[in-house]
Structures are given as C-alpha cells and as structure tokens.
C-alpha cells in the first residue's frame, strides 16, 4: 500500500474526446510525476510537477497537460485523444526531503480509446 | 536519448530455479533502480545502486551495477510463485530542476508451481 490513489481505474472514450485523471497522495508528498505505460512496455515519463510547478517534461505533445493543487494532489488532461493514448496511466510522488527519487506508484488508470 | 534494453523479454520457470535477468545502455547512469510490477498495480522500487561495482541483495534477489554504471543484472535464487511479475530496471539522469527517470520494457517473469 503506497497511500496513492487514482482515479478513475478505467476509463473508456472515443478518439478526439478529452480526459481527466486524478491523483492523491500521502501528506508531505509534494512532487508528482505521471507516466503513460503502453501494454508490453515500460511507463514513458511524460512531465513532473514540484509545488504546483511543473519542472520536467518528457516527449509528449502540448495535448498532454497537467496541474497540481495546494494539497498536492495532481491532475492529467489529454486533448484530442487519439487511439494511441490507450495505455495504463500512471502517477508517482515523492515525498519532500526524503530520499531522493524514490517515487510511489499508484495503481493506475487504464484509459482505452476507441 | 537514453534508451534501456532488458533481456530477456519473457522467462517462464519452475519454482525452485534459479534466474538472473539483465539491463543494458549505452548510458552512464547517475543511479539505477529495479522495479516489480504486479498486475493491476503500479511499480514498486525494490533497490537503488548508485555506485559502480555495487552489489546489493534483497533477501533471494541479488542486485549488481556494473562497474562502468552503464548495465545491472538482477539474480533470483530459488524462485517462488510469489516472484511473478514485471521486473523494470530504470535509470536515473540527473537533469536541471528534476532528475530524469527511463523506464527499460521490463522482464515478465512467471514461476510455475
């Protein structure tokens, strides 16, 4: 038990439509990344917020967005959603001045486009 | 761009055997994690190995950084049903404002009764 929670667990939407996944964690948890993990792969990174800024982007387009609230917890948004967005998505904190990168993973939400 | 390979890609093995799966880059990491994945949940960190050479052992599972901190391997001995999962290796770059983790494709591993 990570004390991570997502939500949605599943998701199901048509190509174009827009999503919102949500992410809570442990108090004192105050950065969050997200990653998209396609099946039979490892999760991609796709940014990192730190005290509601985001700090890190990997390479995914400006349609992936996200935010991160005061109480640390955390939202992804993808526009435009295309067929290829069907993966397991996955958020990770860490905890402020713990040891450094040791992220706790959620269980994930898995969104299927169609 | 760093790219991590994992090999192999699939293991199916009694119970009882012993495995040893690897990672390999043609990057130098900064440090190294493994990861099991279980499915329906989120990677769990199972080690760190920061320093070259490093070897670490988690009860069955031994853990060893290459000396030029670009490959790890991980040894299980004696496996158990309970060992089944994905094992993710990532790397860690240190980057500006955050450091940078690549995920490898991971090794399914299945231990059969």
């Known amino acids: 038990e990570t004390g991570v929670t997502q939500s949605p667990t599943h998701l199901i939407k048509t190509r174009g439509q827009q999503v919102t996944l949500r992410c809570s964690s442990q108090?004192?948890?105050?950065?969050v990344s997200w990653y998209q993990q396609a099946l039979g792969q490892g999760p991609q990174f796709i940014f990192q917020?730190?005290?509601?800024?985001?700090?890190g982007r990997g390479n995914f387009p400006p349609r992936f967005s996200g935010l991160q609230f005061p109480n640390y917890s955390s939202e992804l948004n993808v526009n435009a959603l295309e067929l290829d967005d069907s993966a397991l998505y996955l958020c990770a904190t860490q905890r402020a001045g713990g040891a450094k990168n040791i992220q706790y993973f959620g269980a994930g939400t898995r969104l299927s486009v169609l | 761009t760093q790219l991590l390979e994992q090999s192999p890609q699939f293991l199916s093995i009694q119970e009882g055997e012993n495995l040893t799966v690897y990672c390999n880059s043609s990057?130098?990491?900064?440090?190294l994690q493994w990861y099991r994945q279980e499915p329906g949940e989120g990677p769990v960190l199972l080690v760190t190995v920061v320093t070259g050479g490093e070897v670490k052992k988690l009860k069955r599972l031994t853990f060893q950084f290459g000396d030029a901190r670009k490959d790890s391997s991980l040894h299980i001995t004696a496996a158990q049903p309970g060992d089944t999962g994905l094992y993710l290796c990532?790397?860690?770059?240190?980057?500006?404002?955050?450091?940078?983790?690549?995920f490898g494709p991971g090794t399914s591993l299945s231990v059969i009764p």
């Open positions: 108090s004192g948890h105050n950065t």
């Open positions: 990532a790397g860690v770059w240190p980057k500006t404002s955050y450091d940078k983790v690549i």
């Open positions: 917020y730190y005290r509601e800024e985001e700090n």
């Open positions: 990057s130098v990491f900064s440090s």
